[in-house]
């Protein structure tokens, strides 16, 4: 069955950097399409940043671009989304989720097209 295992989370100061890992296992890895959502208390979870594994296509939301990198490893399956320049703002409990098939691209950052989701890591920026 399907596992994805976040790690990485951690506690920073404004200007700072983290970087947060996503082990996928369970199913085809080179097929997936794969996204980082975060959560703030009293808010929706909102999507961040997403990746075709097979194509290295990406995507962003805007409040995240320049800042944030996502990437992978296909020898780990692992995908990681780099934080940098990180603000209060960004304070949140991140979550990896995942999907296989086709996905509505201008969906590709909604809660509503991944099956998957990991248990979350916190980040937390003061």
């Known amino acids: 069955h399907v596992q994805l295992v976040e790690s990485g989370g951690g506690s920073v100061q404004a200007g700072g950097s983290l970087r947060l890992s996503c082990e996928v296992t369970?199913?085809?890895?080179?097929?997936?399409?794969v996204a980082w959502f975060r959560q703030a208390p009293g808010k929706e979870r909102e999507g961040v940043a997403a990746?075709?594994?097979?194509?290295?296509?990406?995507y962003y939301d805007d409040s995240v671009k320049g800042r944030f990198t996502i990437s992978h490893d296909n020898a780990k399956t692992t995908v990681y989304l780099q934080m940098n320049s990180l603000k209060p703002d960004d304070t949140a409990m991140y979550y990896c989720?995942?999907?296989?098939?086709?996905?509505?691209?201008?969906?590709?950052?909604?809660?509503?097209?991944?099956?998957?989701w990991g248990q979350g890591t916190q980040v937390t920026v003061s």
């Open positions: 369970g199913r085809t890895y080179s097929t997936a399409v």
């Open positions: 990746i075709y594994i097979g194509g290295q296509i990406t």
């Open positions: 989720a995942a999907t296989w098939g086709s996905v509505n691209v201008e969906m590709i950052l909604s809660t509503s097209e991944y099956q998957y």
